[in-house]
Protein backbone atom coordinates (compact mmCIF):
# COMPACT_ATOMS: atom_id res chain seq x y z
CA UNK A 1 0.00 0.00 0.00
CA UNK A 2 1.34 3.33 -0.71
CA UNK A 3 1.82 5.54 2.63
CA UNK A 4 -0.17 8.38 3.85
CA UNK A 5 3.20 10.59 3.36
CA UNK A 6 3.60 9.20 0.07
CA UNK A 7 2.78 12.07 -3.19
CA UNK A 8 -0.29 10.66 -5.15
CA UNK A 9 1.33 12.50 -8.62
CA UNK A 10 -0.84 13.96 -11.27
CA UNK A 11 -0.15 15.40 -14.28
CA UNK A 12 -2.50 17.78 -15.54
CA UNK A 13 -3.01 17.76 -19.01
CA UNK A 14 -7.04 18.43 -19.08
CA UNK A 15 -9.48 19.53 -16.53
CA UNK A 16 -10.60 16.08 -15.62
CA UNK A 17 -6.94 15.72 -13.84
CA UNK A 18 -8.01 18.73 -11.78
CA UNK A 19 -11.09 16.58 -10.80
CA UNK A 20 -8.52 14.11 -10.05
CA UNK A 21 -6.63 16.46 -8.03
CA UNK A 22 -9.13 17.27 -6.17
CA UNK A 23 -10.38 13.96 -4.86
CA UNK A 24 -7.29 12.75 -4.09
CA UNK A 25 -6.78 15.96 -1.85
CA UNK A 26 -10.61 15.90 -0.40
CA UNK A 27 -9.62 11.99 0.31
CA UNK A 28 -6.03 12.67 1.89
CA UNK A 29 -7.86 15.25 4.17
CA UNK A 30 -10.34 13.13 5.40
CA UNK A 31 -9.58 12.47 9.06
CA UNK A 32 -6.73 15.13 9.36
CA UNK A 33 -8.63 18.49 8.54
CA UNK A 34 -11.91 20.10 9.84
CA UNK A 35 -14.34 20.86 7.22
CA UNK A 36 -13.70 24.14 6.91
CA UNK A 37 -10.01 23.54 6.45
CA UNK A 38 -11.22 20.85 3.83
CA UNK A 39 -12.75 23.40 1.95
CA UNK A 40 -9.42 25.54 2.22
CA UNK A 41 -7.72 22.74 0.66
CA UNK A 42 -10.19 22.34 -2.21
CA UNK A 43 -9.64 25.86 -3.35
CA UNK A 44 -6.20 25.75 -3.03
CA UNK A 45 -5.63 22.47 -5.44
CA UNK A 46 -8.18 23.78 -7.62
CA UNK A 47 -5.84 27.06 -8.20
CA UNK A 48 -2.40 25.02 -8.32
CA UNK A 49 -3.87 22.77 -10.99
CA UNK A 50 -5.73 25.94 -12.71
CA UNK A 51 -2.12 26.58 -12.95
CA UNK A 52 -0.50 23.77 -13.49
CA UNK A 53 -2.67 22.78 -17.02
CA UNK A 54 -1.33 25.83 -18.82
CA UNK A 55 2.11 25.07 -18.47
CA UNK A 56 4.33 22.12 -20.01
CA UNK A 57 4.71 19.02 -17.67
CA UNK A 58 2.60 20.74 -15.25
CA UNK A 59 2.14 18.23 -12.23
CA UNK A 60 1.07 18.44 -9.06
CA UNK A 61 1.91 16.25 -5.85
CA UNK A 62 -0.35 15.84 -2.84
CA UNK A 63 0.30 14.01 0.45
CA UNK A 64 -0.39 14.07 4.29
CA UNK A 65 2.37 15.62 6.24
CA UNK A 66 4.56 13.45 7.90
CA UNK A 67 4.14 15.23 11.40
CA UNK A 68 0.17 14.97 11.04
CA UNK A 69 0.53 18.81 10.83
CA UNK A 70 -2.01 18.67 7.54
CA UNK A 71 -1.82 18.11 3.81
CA UNK A 72 0.73 19.25 1.50
CA UNK A 73 0.26 20.29 -2.15
CA UNK A 74 3.21 20.59 -4.36
CA UNK A 75 2.96 21.39 -7.94
CA UNK A 76 5.88 22.10 -11.00
CA UNK A 77 6.18 22.46 -14.30
CA UNK A 78 9.12 22.64 -17.45
CA UNK A 79 8.03 25.80 -18.40
CA UNK A 80 11.13 27.12 -20.70
CA UNK A 81 9.40 31.05 -20.56
CA UNK A 82 9.49 30.70 -16.67
CA UNK A 83 11.34 33.96 -15.69
CA UNK A 84 13.23 35.34 -12.58
CA UNK A 85 10.25 35.87 -9.80
CA UNK A 86 10.11 39.61 -8.58
CA UNK A 87 10.51 40.09 -5.04
CA UNK A 88 9.19 42.59 -2.44
CA UNK A 89 12.29 43.59 -0.13
CA UNK A 90 9.50 44.48 2.94
CA UNK A 91 8.01 41.14 2.66
CA UNK A 92 10.70 39.12 0.94
CA UNK A 93 7.70 37.51 -1.22
CA UNK A 94 7.14 37.49 -4.71
CA UNK A 95 4.92 40.41 -6.24
CA UNK A 96 3.75 40.20 -9.74
CA UNK A 97 2.52 36.28 -9.61
CA UNK A 98 -0.34 35.16 -11.72
CA UNK A 99 -4.22 34.83 -10.53
CA UNK A 100 -4.25 31.45 -9.64
CA UNK A 101 -0.65 31.29 -8.22
CA UNK A 102 -1.88 34.35 -5.96
CA UNK A 103 -5.12 32.37 -4.93
CA UNK A 104 -3.01 29.17 -4.35
CA UNK A 105 -0.89 31.46 -1.60
CA UNK A 106 -4.40 33.06 -0.18
CA UNK A 107 -6.07 29.66 0.49
CA UNK A 108 -2.35 28.44 2.00
CA UNK A 109 -1.54 28.30 5.49
CA UNK A 110 2.39 28.00 4.13
CA UNK A 111 3.14 28.87 0.94
CA UNK A 112 7.08 29.09 -0.82
CA UNK A 113 7.49 29.04 -4.28
CA UNK A 114 10.96 28.44 -6.58
CA UNK A 115 11.97 29.75 -10.17
CA UNK A 116 14.60 28.64 -12.47
CA UNK A 117 14.61 30.74 -15.04
CA UNK A 118 14.21 28.87 -19.10
CA UNK A 119 13.94 25.57 -17.01
CA UNK A 120 10.35 26.21 -14.40
CA UNK A 121 8.83 26.95 -11.55
CA UNK A 122 7.81 24.88 -8.70
CA UNK A 123 5.67 25.62 -5.12
CA UNK A 124 5.25 24.15 -1.92
CA UNK A 125 1.84 24.92 -0.39
CA UNK A 126 0.05 23.29 2.86
CA UNK A 127 -3.47 23.90 4.54
CA UNK A 128 -2.77 22.72 8.47
CA UNK A 129 -5.06 21.44 11.46
CA UNK A 130 -6.65 24.30 13.74
CA UNK A 131 -3.75 24.83 15.79
CA UNK A 132 -1.04 22.59 13.81
CA UNK A 133 2.72 23.98 12.79
CA UNK A 134 4.90 23.11 10.52
CA UNK A 135 7.77 24.40 11.71
CA UNK A 136 10.75 22.29 13.12
CA UNK A 137 10.38 22.29 16.64
CA UNK A 138 13.31 24.56 18.34
CA UNK A 139 15.23 21.32 19.88
CA UNK A 140 15.32 20.11 16.08
CA UNK A 141 18.99 20.13 15.13
CA UNK A 142 18.05 19.47 11.28
CA UNK A 143 15.08 20.65 9.29
CA UNK A 144 13.84 17.48 6.96
CA UNK A 145 12.19 17.73 3.71
CA UNK A 146 11.49 14.86 1.39
CA UNK A 147 9.51 13.95 -2.16
CA UNK A 148 8.30 10.26 -2.36
CA UNK A 149 6.27 9.39 -5.78
CA UNK A 150 5.52 6.41 -6.89
CA UNK A 151 6.48 5.35 -11.02
CA UNK A 152 4.07 5.11 -13.47
CA UNK A 153 1.73 1.93 -13.65
CA UNK A 154 2.52 2.08 -10.02
CA UNK A 155 1.92 -1.52 -8.16
CA UNK A 156 1.05 -2.82 -11.90
CA UNK A 157 4.82 -2.07 -13.34
CA UNK A 158 6.94 -2.78 -10.41
CA UNK A 159 5.32 -5.81 -9.50
CA UNK A 160 5.05 -5.58 -6.27
CA UNK A 161 3.61 -2.91 -3.46
CA UNK A 162 5.56 0.59 -2.95
CA UNK A 163 8.16 -0.14 -0.43
CA UNK A 164 10.44 2.86 -0.40
CA UNK A 165 10.50 4.38 3.06
CA UNK A 166 12.17 7.29 4.88
CA UNK A 167 12.25 8.88 8.37
CA UNK A 168 14.02 11.06 10.55
CA UNK A 169 14.09 11.65 14.40
CA UNK A 170 16.07 14.02 16.43
CA UNK A 171 17.25 13.47 20.06
CA UNK A 172 17.52 16.10 22.55
CA UNK A 173 21.11 16.77 24.48
CA UNK A 174 21.43 14.27 27.28
CA UNK A 175 24.46 13.10 29.54
CA UNK A 176 26.35 16.08 29.10
CA UNK A 177 26.34 14.98 24.89
CA UNK A 178 24.85 17.44 22.27
CA UNK A 179 21.75 16.89 20.27
CA UNK A 180 21.71 13.89 17.48
CA UNK A 181 19.71 12.78 15.28
CA UNK A 182 19.31 9.81 12.93
CA UNK A 183 17.58 8.97 8.85
CA UNK A 184 16.53 6.28 7.57
CA UNK A 185 15.96 5.29 3.84
CA UNK A 186 14.59 2.05 2.22
CA UNK A 187 14.99 1.41 -1.02
CA UNK A 188 12.77 -1.90 -1.30
CA UNK A 189 12.80 -1.94 -5.53
CA UNK A 190 11.67 -5.19 -6.99
CA UNK A 191 13.23 -4.43 -10.63
CA UNK A 192 15.83 -7.13 -11.49
CA UNK A 193 17.75 -4.66 -13.88
CA UNK A 194 18.85 -2.30 -10.73
CA UNK A 195 20.10 -5.33 -9.39
CA UNK A 196 22.26 -6.05 -12.22
CA UNK A 197 23.38 -2.25 -13.00
CA UNK A 198 24.86 -1.96 -9.61
CA UNK A 199 26.16 -5.50 -8.90
CA UNK A 200 27.43 -6.51 -12.18
CA UNK A 201 27.26 -10.34 -11.54
CA UNK A 202 24.38 -12.53 -13.02
CA UNK A 203 21.28 -11.75 -14.92
CA UNK A 204 18.11 -11.41 -13.79
CA UNK A 205 17.13 -15.18 -14.61
CA UNK A 206 20.60 -16.11 -13.00
CA UNK A 207 18.92 -14.12 -9.60
CA UNK A 208 15.53 -16.35 -10.21
CA UNK A 209 17.35 -19.11 -9.89
CA UNK A 210 19.54 -18.81 -7.36
CA UNK A 211 17.49 -16.62 -4.96
CA UNK A 212 14.45 -16.87 -5.72
CA UNK A 213 13.93 -20.31 -4.06
CA UNK A 214 13.00 -22.35 -7.27
CA UNK A 215 9.68 -20.83 -7.79
CA UNK A 216 10.11 -19.79 -11.39
CA UNK A 217 8.90 -16.64 -10.81
CA UNK A 218 10.22 -13.46 -12.57
CA UNK A 219 13.00 -11.14 -10.30
CA UNK A 220 10.08 -8.49 -10.89
CA UNK A 221 7.44 -10.72 -9.55
CA UNK A 222 9.64 -11.14 -5.94
CA UNK A 223 8.50 -8.52 -3.06
CA UNK A 224 12.08 -7.69 -2.13
CA UNK A 225 10.19 -5.60 1.34
CA UNK A 226 6.90 -5.79 2.88
CA UNK A 227 5.44 -3.28 4.97
CA UNK A 228 6.12 -5.93 8.26
CA UNK A 229 10.16 -5.38 7.07
CA UNK A 230 9.95 -2.24 7.12
CA UNK A 231 8.32 -1.46 10.39
CA UNK A 232 10.62 -4.05 11.84
CA UNK A 233 13.51 -1.69 10.90
CA UNK A 234 12.09 0.63 12.28
CA UNK A 235 12.07 -0.65 15.45
CA UNK A 236 15.50 -1.92 15.18
CA UNK A 237 16.29 1.94 14.67
CA UNK A 238 15.04 3.62 17.03
CA UNK A 239 16.07 1.15 19.82
CA UNK A 240 19.43 1.84 19.17
CA UNK A 241 21.16 4.56 21.34
CA UNK A 242 21.43 8.29 20.32
CA UNK A 243 25.17 8.47 18.90
CA UNK A 244 25.72 4.43 18.19
CA UNK A 245 27.92 4.41 14.77
CA UNK A 246 25.79 3.85 11.66
CA UNK A 247 27.58 1.18 10.50
CA UNK A 248 26.35 -0.45 13.58
CA UNK A 249 23.02 0.26 13.05
CA UNK A 250 22.95 -1.10 10.03
CA UNK A 251 24.54 -4.43 11.08
CA UNK A 252 21.61 -4.72 13.57
CA UNK A 253 18.96 -4.22 11.04
CA UNK A 254 20.97 -7.19 9.34
CA UNK A 255 21.54 -9.16 12.40
CA UNK A 256 17.68 -9.09 13.11
CA UNK A 257 16.08 -9.43 10.19
CA UNK A 258 18.35 -12.87 9.63
CA UNK A 259 17.15 -13.99 13.37
CA UNK A 260 13.44 -13.72 12.52
CA UNK A 261 11.90 -16.64 10.69
CA UNK A 262 8.40 -15.33 10.60
CA UNK A 263 9.53 -12.74 8.56
CA UNK A 264 10.35 -14.68 5.78
CA UNK A 265 14.36 -14.38 4.96
CA UNK A 266 16.79 -16.85 3.86
CA UNK A 267 19.46 -17.90 5.72
CA UNK A 268 21.27 -18.40 2.35
CA UNK A 269 23.90 -16.17 0.17
CA UNK A 270 20.52 -14.17 -0.81
CA UNK A 271 17.84 -13.07 1.40
CA UNK A 272 15.12 -14.46 -1.06
CA UNK A 273 13.07 -12.21 -0.04
CA UNK A 274 14.79 -8.82 0.80
CA UNK A 275 18.33 -9.62 -0.73
CA UNK A 276 17.85 -6.52 -3.24
CA UNK A 277 16.86 -4.08 -0.58
CA UNK A 278 18.73 -0.79 -0.07
CA UNK A 279 18.80 0.76 3.28
CA UNK A 280 20.82 3.66 4.36
CA UNK A 281 21.85 5.42 7.64
CA UNK A 282 22.50 8.84 8.76
CA UNK A 283 23.58 9.50 12.58
CA UNK A 284 23.79 13.09 12.99
CA UNK A 285 25.47 15.78 15.22
CA UNK A 286 25.64 19.47 14.99
CA UNK A 287 29.19 19.51 13.80
CA UNK A 288 29.45 15.60 11.75
CA UNK A 289 27.17 13.32 9.60
CA UNK A 290 28.06 9.67 10.07
CA UNK A 291 26.73 7.50 7.00
CA UNK A 292 26.46 4.01 5.96
CA UNK A 293 24.72 2.72 2.94
CA UNK A 294 24.22 -0.67 1.61
CA UNK A 295 22.85 -0.93 -2.54
CA UNK A 296 21.57 2.15 -4.89
CA UNK A 297 20.92 4.92 -2.33
CA UNK A 298 23.25 7.77 -2.97
CA UNK A 299 23.72 11.67 -1.07
CA UNK A 300 26.37 14.22 -0.30
CA UNK A 301 27.06 16.37 2.33
CA UNK A 302 26.14 20.04 0.11
CA UNK A 303 28.00 23.06 0.88
CA UNK A 304 27.72 26.65 -0.78
CA UNK A 305 30.18 25.97 -3.72
CA UNK A 306 31.47 22.01 -2.85
CA UNK A 307 30.17 18.72 -2.63
CA UNK A 308 31.21 15.81 -0.64
CA UNK A 309 29.75 12.37 -1.59
CA UNK A 310 28.69 9.87 1.17
CA UNK A 311 29.70 6.72 -0.01
CA UNK A 312 30.37 2.99 1.09
CA UNK A 313 31.40 -0.32 0.26
CA UNK A 314 28.69 -2.04 -2.08
CA UNK A 315 26.62 -4.58 -0.66
CA UNK A 316 22.08 -4.92 -0.42
CA UNK A 317 20.52 -6.45 2.74
CA UNK A 318 21.44 -9.59 2.02
CA UNK A 319 24.61 -9.84 -0.16
CA UNK A 320 27.98 -9.11 0.69
CA UNK A 321 28.45 -9.94 4.16
CA UNK A 322 31.80 -7.91 4.83
CA UNK A 323 30.88 -5.21 7.55
CA UNK A 324 29.96 -2.02 5.48
CA UNK A 325 31.86 1.32 5.83
CA UNK A 326 30.89 4.55 7.13
CA UNK A 327 31.99 7.75 6.06
CA UNK A 328 32.15 10.71 8.72
CA UNK A 329 32.28 13.97 7.67
CA UNK A 330 32.12 17.62 9.04
CA UNK A 331 29.21 19.67 8.53
CA UNK A 332 27.99 23.09 9.97
CA UNK A 333 24.73 25.21 10.33
CA UNK A 334 23.19 26.10 7.11
CA UNK A 335 25.00 23.26 5.11
CA UNK A 336 23.03 20.38 3.94
CA UNK A 337 22.69 16.51 2.99
CA UNK A 338 20.85 15.01 -0.09
CA UNK A 339 19.73 11.29 0.15
CA UNK A 340 18.19 9.96 -2.48
CA UNK A 341 16.96 6.54 -4.30
CA UNK A 342 18.16 5.00 -7.65
CA UNK A 343 16.93 6.51 -10.99
CA UNK A 344 17.87 10.04 -9.86
CA UNK A 345 21.91 11.72 -11.01
CA UNK A 346 24.09 14.57 -10.24
CA UNK A 347 21.35 15.67 -7.14
CA UNK A 348 24.23 17.61 -5.13
CA UNK A 349 25.67 19.71 -8.18
CA UNK A 350 21.72 20.37 -9.20
CA UNK A 351 21.55 21.45 -5.73
CA UNK A 352 23.94 24.07 -6.06
CA UNK A 353 23.00 24.70 -9.90
CA UNK A 354 19.63 25.52 -9.14
CA UNK A 355 20.71 27.77 -5.65
CA UNK A 356 18.71 25.87 -3.06
CA UNK A 357 20.34 26.77 0.05
CA UNK A 358 18.40 29.11 1.49
CA UNK A 359 14.87 27.01 -0.02
CA UNK A 360 12.67 25.30 2.06
CA UNK A 361 14.37 21.49 1.92
CA UNK A 362 10.53 20.20 0.90
CA UNK A 363 10.79 22.59 -1.96
CA UNK A 364 14.27 21.93 -2.87
CA UNK A 365 13.58 17.96 -2.98
CA UNK A 366 10.83 19.03 -5.24
CA UNK A 367 13.21 21.29 -8.05
CA UNK A 368 15.92 18.18 -7.40
CA UNK A 369 12.60 15.65 -8.86
CA UNK A 370 11.97 17.96 -11.19
CA UNK A 371 15.23 18.53 -12.66
CA UNK A 372 17.39 14.64 -11.48
CA UNK A 373 14.98 12.17 -12.68
CA UNK A 374 16.84 9.95 -15.42
CA UNK A 375 14.44 7.09 -15.76
CA UNK A 376 10.85 5.82 -14.72
CA UNK A 377 11.29 4.24 -11.06
CA UNK A 378 9.76 4.85 -7.43
CA UNK A 379 11.65 8.02 -6.45
CA UNK A 380 12.62 9.26 -2.69
CA UNK A 381 14.35 12.56 -1.98
CA UNK A 382 15.27 13.65 1.46
CA UNK A 383 17.35 16.94 2.08
CA UNK A 384 18.03 17.77 5.97
CA UNK A 385 19.58 21.40 6.63
CA UNK A 386 21.62 21.82 9.09
CA UNK A 387 19.93 24.09 12.12
CA UNK A 388 22.16 23.75 14.66
CA UNK A 389 22.76 27.82 14.84
CA UNK A 390 18.76 28.41 15.24
CA UNK A 391 18.43 26.18 18.23
CA UNK A 392 18.32 27.76 21.76
CA UNK A 393 21.42 27.80 23.79
CA UNK A 394 21.53 24.89 26.38
CA UNK A 395 21.97 26.30 29.92
CA UNK A 396 25.67 25.44 31.52
CA UNK A 397 25.77 22.60 34.03
Same mark, same amino acid.
Given at each position: ????? +? ?90 ? /? ?81 ? +? ?16 ? /??? +? ?91 ? +? ?102
Amino acid at each position: MFPDH +GHRRIAVASPDDIATARRIAAEQAEGVLAADEASRLDRLVTAAADHALGRPSGTLLIARMRSGAGIECLAYDRDPATAELPVSSAEDAPRGL /SAALDAVRTQADRFHIHATPGIGSALLARVLRLGADDAPPDDALAQAGAVMVERSGGKAARGGPFLDHWSVTCAPARNGDGPC +GIALMIDGDTAADAVDAV /SGV +GSGADFAEDGGKGDGHSPASLTMMTPEVVRQVEAVVGATVPGLPAPVVVNAIRRDLKGRPELGLSHDRTLARIGRSAVAVLRFDADAVDYTAL +GTLAGAVVRPQEITALGARWAMVGFNPLAPASVHLRWGPGEHVVLYTGGCARLPALFIHRRLHEVEPTLAALVLLRDGVVRDDDHTILVLRNRADRMPAVPAV
